[in-house]
């Protein structure tokens, strides 16, 4: 399983990912208060990407990317979408 360490490589290859196969692609958030880390995982069950963090800022850059891979997945055409990560 690649543990990503930048948070531009996780979200190129997440996005590659889904647009592979977007109806096998799942996203899984958790967050661990005991250690204060938020884990964001993407897999379609032969690839699984993850990619943690404890950083504060990051949460906004994941609940973005988050909510853009959503409006994707419930997008008619969702294959024809292009997603723009900042």
């Known amino acids: 399983m690649p543990h990503y360490q930048t948070w531009e490589e996780f979200t190129r ?32 069950d032969v690839v699984c990407l993850l990619y943690r963090t404890d950083q504060a800022q990051d949460v906004k850059k994941i609940e ?3 909510s853009q891979l959503m409006r994707l997945m419930v997008a008619k055409e969702s294959r024809s979408v292009v997603m723009e990560t900042d």
């Open 13 to 44: 290859a997440a996005e590659k990912l889904y647009m592979s196969d977007p109806m096998k692609v799942r996203v899984v958030l958790k967050y661990r208060h005991c250690d204060g880390n938020l884990c964001i995982k993407v897999t379609d």
């Open 64 to 66: 973005k990317f988050h």
